[in-house]
Every structure is written in C-alpha cells, then in structure tokens.
Nanobody, 124 residues
Framework: QVQLVESGGGSVQAGGSLRLSCAAS????????MGWFRQAPGKEREFVAT????????SYVDSVQGRFTISRDNAKNTVYLQMNSLKPEETAVYYC?????????????????WGQGTQVTVSS
C-alpha cells in the first residue's frame, strides 16, 4: 500500500513556474514508477509525465516537453514536477500516481495508487 500526498500547487501568472511535490508513504517507494496527471474542469484526466523507479528514464506528453521536468528522490520518498513557462490552459488539478509496472507508463489505468491532487491555476 502506498499513500501519496501532493503539495506545491497555487496560482501563478502565465509564463511563471511552480514546483509540485508528491510525498509517498511506505518503504517500497523506490520500486514504483511514478507519474503526474492533470484534470481540467469538464475534461478527462490526462497524462503529463512519468519516471522510472531509478530515475534514469522519463517521458512527457508532447505539450509540456522542454518546459516540465519530472524527478524523484528515493531517499526522501518524493517525486517532483518542475513546471516552467506555464500557460492558462494548464490550469487543472494535478495528481501524482504510482505504478507497479516495470517501465514508464502513460496510461492512467496502469497506475495503482493516486494522491488527492493539488490545484494549479494559471492566469493570463
């Protein structure tokens, strides 16, 4: 069992930056692939980024490539999402998730545990 708690959300102007954190409970955090998803009002939850258990490989949705960076610190049981050059259309609740798959996964259904989410609001 893994419990995930996101933090770091808030309000920022377009072009600004935020760093999200996701703290995980449990001693097996390092065995999980971790991902970030987001859900805007009235829209489906969508994949944003994922990282392997070792942190040696990451994958991103095309729209955030080059602006967002996912990373993890297994000693702190924490995964991060650095978001730069934010756009108003990226206003959403951001969720972290943990997967027992052996490699990066972009599909929501492959994730086993979810946090409660943190709100990110980008104003124009």
């Amino acid at each position: 069992q893994v419990q995930l708690v996101e933090s770091g959300g808030g309000s920022v102007q377009a072009g600004g930056s935020l760093r999200l954190s996701c703290a995980a409970s449990g001693r097996t955090f390092s065995r999980y692939v971790m991902g970030w998803f987001r859900q805007a009002p009235g829209k489906e939850r969508e994949f944003v980024a994922t990282i392997t258990w070792s942190g040696d490989r990451a994958s991103y949705v095309d729209s955030v490539q080059g602006r967002f960076t996912i990373s993890r610190d297994n000693a702190k049981n924490t995964v991060y999402l650095q978001m730069n050059s934010l756009k108003p259309e990226e206003t959403a609740v951001y969720y972290c998730a943990a997967s027992r798959s052996g490699t990066v996964v972009t599909v929501l259904a492959w994730y086993d545990y979810w946090g409660q989410g943190t709100q990110v609001t980008v104003s124009s």
